[in-house]
């Protein structure tokens, strides 16, 4: 599977990842994918709804100063990026969704410690695994960072980490 | 200028997309007097089910579902919303009031493409 511009720019997909330290959840909003995310055979509305299964056990540290004009209200802005990082993801948004083209990130909410992941490696994918009380859904496959994300709230440009 | 009903009802309309979180990029709403219609981004109107005038002018940008800009041409959620509006009632492109955009993820509010701008005011 990939994805064609045109899915590309009809859905807010989000996209699970690993950067070797921590996991990683990006939402796209109708943004133009690198061709690292947009060539991937993961299925992202699949994936996402693996982790919707996932327990909700992180306490998390929200972004709430955000400097974007078109926020009509706060806490439901950061009702699903909080809804990840419970369940122990990094969460990061598109920061401008008018510019498709524009590869603008920037953390919104976080876990207050990172998740002890274990990943096993196969031909071409990452699955995580973890001997806790609340183990991962081993049947999501993390696509791998080239850099380690960054863990404070300002703006970075996702090409220069995928 | 949409109505406040019509900005109540894509509000809801996007909610619902939230609630079910199913991310679509997009929604907005079209009125024509009393007919109002949501809808949501993505290449849902088959080139024969197009409303004559609103397809002349899309192809004046570009062919269908081509990138052109910000946006794909006719897959945005206004498009398909006003389309369902057209398909009642013969009537200039610019006679119809489109609400504000939602992302659907975070309610946020967003700008009408440059394609859009063209096509409806």
């Known amino acids: 599977m990939s994805y064609s ?14 950067d070797g330290i921590k996991l990683i959840h990006i939402a796209t909003a109708g943004g133009i994918l690198p061709p690292k995310l947009s060539e991937t055979e993961n299925d992202f509305k699949q994936q996402i709804r693996e982790v919707y299964r996932y327990r909700r056990v992180f306490s998390i540290i929200q972004n709430t100063n955000l400097e974007r004009g078109n926020i009509t209200d706060l806490k439901n802005y950061l009702t699903f990026f909080s809804y990840m990082s419970i369940r122990g993801f990094y969460s990061y948004d598109k920061v401008n969704i008018d510019d498709v083209e524009d590869q603008t990130y920037q953390l919104i909410s976080r876990p207050n410690y990172n998740r002890n992941v274990h990943i096993v490696k196969f031909s071409n994918e990452i699955q995580p695994l973890e001997r806790l009380r609340y183990p991962l859904n081993t049947r999501i496959n993390l696509i791998q960072t080239n850099r380690e994300f960054p863990g404070d709230f300002n703006e970075f440009n996702l090409i220069d980490f995928i | 200028m949409a109505s406040i009903i019509l900005e109540n009802e894509i509000l809801e309309y996007a909610l619902g997309f939230q609630k079910r979180r199913d991310f679509i990029s997009m929604v907005c709403g ?4 009393e007919t109002r219609k949501c809808n949501r981004s993505g290449r849902l109107v088959a080139d024969a089910n197009f409303y004559e005038k609103l397809m002349t002018k899309l192809l004046t940008h570009g062919k269908i579902g081509d990138k052109v800009g910000n946006t794909s041409v006719g897959c945005c ?3 398909n919303a006003a389309n369902d509006i057209y398909i009642q009632y013969n009537i200039a492109l610019n006679e119809i009031a489109l609400s504000k955009a939602y992302r659907p993820k975070s309610m946020q509010i967003k700008e009408k493409c440059a394609i859009c701008k063209s096509v409806f005011y």
């Open chain 2, 77 to 79: 959620a206004e498009v």
């Open chain 1, 5 to 18: 511009i045109e899915q590309q720019l009809s859905n807010d997909f989000d996209i699970l990842l690993w």
């Open chain 2, 30 to 33: 079209a009125e024509y007097q």
